[in-house]
């Protein structure tokens, strides 16, 4: 009788593991299809049943591709954004989630923790047209500075870092340089960088990942097409009515592949960087 | 030693701390602080950006009020934050239980596999949602017309009825791997002998379900819960996408995001954008505090 039951238990279980994998066969199906319409001609995308298997039209896709839109410059565009924000993003937040986490007896310690936690609350929608205004004063519209500068600032990065120290390093370890004669700043890069390096890493790919695919701020502050970061290049793209599908998803395919080969390469950061923001 | 030496002193020990959180604060105050003071100036005038600002008190809320369109977006946003947090959340979580405790294979593939989705921009998912979708030649059409044997060319883009629920299928396919990875980081910091216990004792599967997974689970629901919301009610780039930036027939996917986009920055009513920014404001508090409210009484009946 007992066995019988976990029979049963484990055909429900194979059965209830089969439909979550068609599940996710479906999760992945528009990303494989856009991979096979990417390899397809125009004729063949319109044909029933559509293609399952990848094609041999990529190159002449390309081509076409690259005669109304430029196939490169919005990944360059997307790159000349992400990279200097997450740098500059992951270094102010590490500097103060450092500051936050070490100095808890200094006063004002209590003010200003608060002050970052509340900063996680902010909405940015209502920031949006006093922001854009603002630029637009500085002389900043059409240019990445509103980009990377301003973003810097991210409380989500800085309450992250704080707990992330705290709970790597030692405290033993700021007696120890204290005693060495270190200063807090020479503290922060040559005893706490090195051991905090996974956390480093796991916030770098979140930002990439989430500047990379950001929508909105483009919009608004870049005008000039010839600026555009790759998701406002490839909604322009697809909005001036240019027919050709496959091109079209060749463009979206190229648009995706940096992204993908930063998850590829350290998809174990980027899922440590989703469940740190998750109350402990 | 007097206090005031104390204190200065205490400062001058401890002034590494301000100067690791100034660069932090510095940006924060200049760039998110300052906007949001000018936001709330901004929505107690009549401005395009030109000539001089006109004080008109409450006049732009009270515009926003009375435009019918605002009204259309204020519930197609209620409709499409309800419903994306309602199943992304309870699809997550059904995913997480299952793929924690009963998967027999592929574990470590489910945690991957859900979360592909998010590295694509919703923008571009948007893109290519469109591509299933558009009324000719789209894959759905193809695939309904083979069915029924007549060539289908149903406009759903166009739809009044069906643009929310594909915006709503868009947020779903972009955020179940994110909530799941929350679900499943909450999932194992509960005790595995609490579960054993309970089987012993010939709790049921569901029982165990909705008396033991949920209830220890509340604080991962929560974070989830409010990440959702804070999305929904704020939702841009789906909707813009998905309806190439028109709002769909008769704004029937228009939200407030959008709403706000257009009377700012294609109407260049800056005041009155302001304005709706804090009405969305006022509806993110308002969840956020209905939440933490929910979140207290639930506590209190757990003890």
């Known amino acids: 009788m007992k066995r019988l039951l976990a029979n049963r238990e484990r055909r429900f279980n194979l059965l209830l593991t089969l439909i979550i994998l068609a599940l996710s066969a479906l999760f992945v199906l528009p990303l494989?299809?856009?991979?096979?319409?990417?390899?397809?001609?125009?004729?063949?995308?319109?044909?029933?049943?559509?293609?399952?298997?990848?094609?041999?039209?990529?190159?002449?896709?390309?081509?076409?591709?690259a005669g109304v839109y430029p196939p490169f410059r919005p990944i360059i565009n997307s790159l000349a954004v992400a990279i200097p924000k997450t740098i500059l993003l992951v270094f102010v937040s590490a500097l103060a989630g450092y500051g936050l986490s070490r100095y808890t007896r200094a006063p004002g310690h209590k003010t200003l923790l608060l002050v970052s936690f509340a900063t996680l609350f902010f909405p940015p929608s209502l920031a949006l047209i006093p922001f854009f205004l603002q630029m637009s004063w500085i002389g900043w519209l059409n240019t990445y500075w509103?980009?990377?500068?301003?973003?810097?600032?991210?409380?989500?990065?800085?309450?992250?870092?704080?707990?992330?120290?705290?709970?790597?390093?030692?405290?033993?370890?700021?007696?120890?340089a204290e005693m060495d004669g270190a200063k807090g700043i020479a503290t922060f890069f040559f005893v706490v960088v090195p051991i905090i390096r996974p956390g480093l890493a796991a916030l770098a790919v979140w930002t990439l990942v989430e500047t990379w695919n950001e929508f909105q701020l483009p919009l608004v502050i870049l005008g000039a097409s010839e600026k555009f970061t790759v998701p406002l290049a490839l909604t322009s793209l697809s909005t001036t009515h240019y027919s050709d599908m496959p091109a079209v998803m060749l463009a979206t395919l190229m648009g995706l592949v940096p992204v993908f080969i930063l998850f590829s390469l350290l998809s174990r950061q980027f899922i440590a960087g989703l469940t740190s923001g998750a109350v402990k | 030693m007097s206090d005031r030496?104390?204190?200065?002193?205490?400062?001058?020990?401890?002034?590494?701390?301000?100067?690791?959180?100034?660069?932090?604060?510095?940006?924060?105050?200049?760039?998110?602080?300052?906007?949001?003071?000018?936001?709330?100036?901004?929505?107690?005038?009549?401005?395009?950006?030109?000539?001089?600002?006109?004080?008109?008190?409450?006049?732009?809320?009270?515009?926003?009020?009375?435009?019918?369109i605002f009204r259309k977006a204020l519930g197609n946003t209620i409709f499409l934050w309800f419903w994306s947090t309602a199943l992304t959340v309870g699809l997550a979580l059904t995913l997480a239980v299952l793929v924690d405790s009963y998967v027999v294979f592929g574990r470590n593939y489910f945690r991957m596999v859900f979360l592909l989705p998010l590295l694509v921009a919703p923008s571009i998912a948007a893109i290519i949602l469109r591509m299933f979708f558009t009324s000719n030649g789209g894959l759905v059409n193809l695939m309904t017309g083979a069915v029924t044997g007549t060539p289908s060319y149903f406009d759903w883009l166009g739809s009044?009825?069906?643009?929310?629920?594909?915006?709503?299928?868009?947020?779903?396919?972009?955020?179940?791997?994110?909530?799941?990875?929350?679900?499943?980081?909450?999932?194992?910091?509960i005790p595995r002998d609490i579960y054993e216990a309970?089987?012993?004792?010939?709790?049921?599967?569901?029982?165990?379900?909705?008396?033991?997974?949920?209830?220890?689970?509340?604080?991962?629901?929560?974070?989830?819960?409010?990440?959702?919301?804070?999305?929904?009610?704020q939702m841009f780039d789906e909707p813009f996408v998905l309806t190439q930036g028109t709002g769909g027939t008769n704004n029937s996917a228009t939200t407030l995001g959008m709403?706000?986009?257009?009377?700012?920055?294609?109407?260049?009513?800056?005041?009155?954008?302001?304005?709706?920014?804090?009405?969305?404001?006022?509806?993110?508090?308002?969840?956020?505090?209905?939440?933490?409210?929910?979140?207290?009484?639930?506590?209190?009946?757990?003890?």
């Open chain 1, 146 to 176: 509103p980009l990377i500068l301003p973003a810097a600032a991210s409380g989500f990065g800085v309450v992250w870092m704080y707990t992330y120290i705290g709970s790597t390093v030692p405290r033993e370890l700021y007696e120890a």
């Open chain 1, 32 to 65: 494989y299809w856009t991979t096979v319409f990417a390899t397809r001609s125009l004729a063949e995308v319109f044909q029933f049943p559509p293609p399952l298997f990848y094609g041999d039209n990529i190159f002449q896709n390309f081509e076409n591709i």
């Open chain 2, 160 to 189: 009044e009825f069906w643009i929310k629920p594909l915006v709503v299928l868009l947020v779903i396919w972009r955020w179940t791997g994110w909530h799941m990875i929350i679900f499943l980081a909450g999932l194992q910091s």
């Open chain 2, 259 to 303: 709403y706000l986009y257009a009377t700012a920055f294609s109407q260049f009513n800056f005041g009155l954008g302001a304005a709706v920014s804090w009405y969305i404001f006022a509806g993110v508090v308002t969840l956020t505090l209905i939440y933490q409210a929910a979140l207290r009484r639930s506590r209190m009946g757990a003890q």
């Open chain 2, 198 to 233: 309970a089987r012993m004792d010939g709790v049921g599967r569901w029982a165990i379900f909705s008396r033991i997974t949920v209830p220890l689970l509340i604080p991962s629901l929560a974070f989830s819960v409010i990440t959702a919301t804070l999305g929904g009610v």
């Open chain 2, 5 to 68: 030496a104390s204190i200065a002193a205490n400062i001058k020990r401890n002034s590494a701390l301000y100067i690791c959180v100034a660069p932090f604060l510095v940006l924060f105050a200049l760039f998110s602080i300052f906007p949001v003071f000018f936001s709330a100036y901004l929505g107690f005038n009549h401005w395009d950006g030109f000539g001089e600002p006109v004080f008109v008190g409450l006049e732009n809320y009270s515009r926003a009020l009375g435009d019918p």
